[in-house]
C-alpha cells in the first residue's frame, strides 16, 4: 500500500482523487511556512506542536496515515520527518471546505477499524493498519460501501504526496536543482531527449518552419 517516490510523484502529477480539492503552490508553501514556524517554536519551548485545527487524535491518525504512505527509505525520512501532519493541520486550516471531508474519514476510519479489529486505527496493529488501507488504496477494487473511506484515503493520501514533495526533504529527495546559477547551458540530457522522441535537430526545423 506505501507509495514509493515513483508513486508518490504520480500522485502530484494527476488531478486529486478528491474531486475539487485542489491546491495551488502558494497555498502548500504558505501551509509549509506556518507549520515550520509552528514546528520551530514548539522545539523552542520544549514542547510538542499543538495541532491548529485536528485535536490530539486526530493528528496522530493522520501522522500513522502519513507514515504508512510515505515511509522512510534509504533515500530519506517520512512522512513525519518532512512536517507533513503539521503541514496537513494547517492546510485544513486555510482551506476549511476539507475540514468536513478529513475530519469525517477519520471517525469513519476509527469506526470501521472498531468493526473489524476492535480498536481505533491508531490502537490497532501495524498488520491491521495496513489492511484497512489497502481496502481504501485502490477506488476500482474498493467495496462499494468502503467509498467514504476511499474519498478520505485518496485525499490524505494527495494531501502527503503534496506535503512530502514540497518540503525541503522531498525536495532534496527529488535531487531538484532549480534556481541555481547555470555557468554553461548543455541543453538537456540524450537519455531525456530519446526518451521525449526529439532532438534539438528537430527543435530547430520546427522553428524554421513556423517562422
Partial sequence: MALNRRQALQVLGAAPAAAGLTWTQAEAQQAHQHAEQARTQAAADGTAYTPKFFTAHELATITALANLIIPADERSGNASDAGVPEFIDFMMVDQPERQVLIRGGIKWLDSECRRQFGAAFVDCTAAQQTAICD?????????????????????????????????????????????????????????????????????????????
Fill in 135 to 211: 481496502q481504501l488504496a485502490w477506488p476500482d477494487k474498493a467495496r462499494p460501501e468502503h467509498s467514504h473511506g476511499v474519498r478520505f484515503f485518496s485525499a490524505v493520501r494527495d494531501l502527503t504526496a503534496t506535503g512530502f514533495f514540497t518540503s525541503r526533504i522531498g525536495i532534496d529527495d527529488l535531487g531538484y536543482k532549480g534556481n541555481t546559477f547555470v555557468p554553461v547551458w548543455e541543453g538537456a540530457p540524450k537519455e531525456v531527449l530519446d526518451h521525449l522522441g526529439v532532438s534539438y535537430d528537430s527543435v530547430a526545423h520546427w522553428y524554421r518552419d513556423e517562422a
